[in-house]
């Protein structure tokens, strides 16, 4: 009877520790949505929803803010090597990502190109900093307020809200992969880049 006890409460836990990690994945890609919106608004004057979807989320942010919980939490007692593991990961993610989306899509949704530093136009060294920080930010800010206010949320609402929300995504990431959000703002052709070679 208790090691049935137990395994329940094992059980639960796992669960609980999956759906938080599903409910930070929407609020990371949410608040990088949010911040590349503001960040266009504030150098063009134009409101434009930045990403590959459609809807309020950016994934590489929502992927990077769960990877930094679960690959680097655990070196949360020290903050220089949570700043340093968060910008190599993080930069690495949108390296990968920028060359996916080079390739398969033939479009760039971001170019560095003009910014010294960079590989490639896909990541500068101003963007990986940036990323160290916001690993600074996730561990020490943002999910330790995300676990309190989880905390005081039951199960049953907790799963009905992860199930909505994965299930517009997947059906926003399935519309995308033929229609990506692309236009004016949002992307530019390849051959229009503004530069591509290795400025390191």
């Known amino acids: 009877m208790k ?10 836990k796992t669960q609980t520790k999956i759906l938080n990690y599903i ?3 929407f609020v990371c890609a949410f608040l990088g949505w949010i911040w590349e919106i503001l960040l266009t608004f504030f150098q063009t004057g134009n409101l434009v929803n930045r990403g590959v979807l459609h809807g309020p989320w950016l994934p590489i942010y ?3 803010g769960v990877s930094i919980l679960i690959l680097i939490g655990h070196l949360r007692k020290y903050p220089p090597l949570v700043f ?3 910008a190599i990961l993080c930069g690495l993610m949108e390296y990968i990502t920028g060359w996916y989306l080079e390739t398969f899509k033939h ?3 971001w170019d560095y190109g003009d910014i010294p ?4 136009g896909r990541i500068c060294l101003m963007s990986v900093l940036c990323f160290g920080l916001c690993g600074l930010f996730v561990i020490y800010v943002i999910y330790p307020s995300f676990h309190d206010v989880l905390a005081k949320l039951k199960p049953h609402p907790k799963q009905i809200i992860c199930c909505i929300l994965v299930a517009l995504f997947i059906a ?3 519309y995308s992969i033929d ?3 692309t236009g004016q703002g949002i992307t530019s052709e390849i051959g229009n880049a503004v530069n591509q070679d290795t400025n390191l």
Do not use: M
């Open 23 to 25: 409910l930070f994945f």
């Open 84 to 86: 340093l593991a968060s």
């Open 107 to 109: 479009l760039k949704w």
């Open 3 to 12: 090691s049935q006890t137990t395994k329940t409460k094992s059980t639960h």
């Open 117 to 120: 530093f960079n590989l490639h």
């Open 172 to 174: 926003d990431f399935i």
């Open 179 to 181: 229609h990506p959000n």
């Open 62 to 64: 929502g992927f990077g």
